[in-house]
């Protein structure tokens, strides 16, 4: 029998001469539990925004982007392209050409980055799912048209209804500057929106969409293009879109850079990722702050106990284990706790998760909270908590040593 483990269970569930020991004791479980629900719930919640951000950028930005390493333009020909159409994994490849360009609608102005994009991406584009006025499409005839983003909408007043064209300019490539007719320096084109689209706040105030032989009338290039984008099936694992990327690298050589959807924004996923960091930490470091409370119980309680420890000591238990019973009652307070947390935190985020009961405020995208619960958050958040409360147990351990003698003086005051 585990002696220590036997006394600390009792000594836990045993009722206490003094009440306010069961009380602390009572708290500090309680805190440790709401503690640990607080975690996986936030987390959870973390979980459903990163999601539905990374989903939003997913529909706009490719699984894969082949973009030139120097310079802005490239012919994308040669036997890697067909190699790499007839791949399993990929649902469509589409060519773009994007530039910064100066824009006119009506009187207003502003510069757009405006991305010309081929028939491929005009049938495929998940684009289509977050049109907010109008139709997604970039041709009615032989007449260009335009998607704007909301931000950039709202800003020069686009709407699709109006007949007012969209005046896109840009500095002509093959004819010098002049100063007496500064205008026949300057190519324009004119394109007409045909819908509004919401991604994300950094793209709907930037981006216009358009057909690729516009900007390519507009910038002066033949067959040029500034990248490939390349979709995969949503079969595809992880594992194997790493391992297209470094084949298509390979293939293309040093020339190319392919681009996977973290290369594509770094700093945005490594800002996601700081930020959920940075939640743990604030969270764990309330928990720790919470448990606290065991050391407060635990040292009233070896107060209580201290006739106990001088009948242990003539018994001949050794110093480590009477340490051991006072530890390990304050780690089962914490670990009650954890449990009671681990139970609350789950279920209220599988109910979220699958019921929405929660609604957000406001006119937002989705109507309810998003949740996802993560298996390796409540592992974290366990292992964490457990740790907290271990580490939190074995510092009243010492007061045994320094204020109760084995020679049976008592509490040295």
Known sequence: MNLPLFFAGRYLFAKKSHNVINIISAISAAGMAIGTAALIIILSIYNGFDALVKDMLNDFDP?????PAEGKVFVPEGETYDWIYARDEVLNMSCTLTENIFVNYDGRQSMVTAKGVDW????ESPVRNHIRTGDFTLHRGDVPLAAAGSSLAYNLGINPRFVTPLELYFPSRTRNFSISNPAASI??????????F?????????????????MKE??????????????LKDSCTADKAAALVGEISDRLGPGFEVKDRFGQNPSLYKMMRYEKLAIFSILIFIVIIVAFNIFGSLTMLIMEKREDIGILRAMGMQERSIKAVFTLEGWLISLLGLAAGLALG?????????????????????QAYPVILSAGDVIITAVSVAAV??????????IISRRYRPDGTGCQR
């Open 120 to 123: 491929v991406y005009e049938e």
């Open 389 to 398: 409360g271990w580490v939190i147990a074995r510092l009243p351990a010492g």
């Open 198 to 214: 919401a991604i994300n706040s950094e793209i709907d105030e930037k981006y216009a969409i358009v057909p690729i032989e516009v």
């Open 218 to 231: 507009l910038l002066e290039y033949d067959d040029e293009v500034s990248g490939v984008e390349i979709r």
């Open 63 to 67: 699984d894969i982007l082949i973009t």
């Open 346 to 366: 789950i279920g209220a985020a599988l109910i979220q998760q699958h019921f929405g009961i929660m609604k957000m405020p406001g006119n937002f995208i989705v």
């Open 187 to 196: 190519e324009s084109v004119n394109v007409w929106p045909s819908c509004i």
